[in-house]
């Protein structure tokens, strides 16, 4: 696996991954399992919002971790 050959595509164009979304559930950081707002709403992302979802793969292969960052439209008008 290169980082060239990863491809971060919106869950809504890869639908058959939403199963394999919460493989990683060991590697969230600490707070995420004391988070009661995110305990409530992270099982809704993937169906309410498959736009903003997204996930990595490596041809037919899913990477086990990606970092990813969130860079927010606001700050890109802001900036450009």
Not at 1 to 17: G, K, N, V
Not at 18 to 35: M, N, Q, V
Not at 49 to 58: G, K, L, M, R, S
């Amino acid at each position: 696996m290169t980082h060239d050959s990863i491809r971060i595509t919106p869950l809504a164009e890869r639908p058959e991954l939403t199963g394999r979304l919460y493989d990683i559930a060991e590697d969230w950081p600490a707070f995420i399992a004391h988070d009661q707002v995110a305990a409530a709403l992270l099982q809704r992302v993937p169906e309410d919002f498959p736009h903003h979802c997204v996930v990595a793969t490596d041809g037919d292969r899913v990477p086990r971790w990606a970092r990813s960052t969130v860079i927010s439209s606001a700050l890109a008008t802001v900036a450009g």
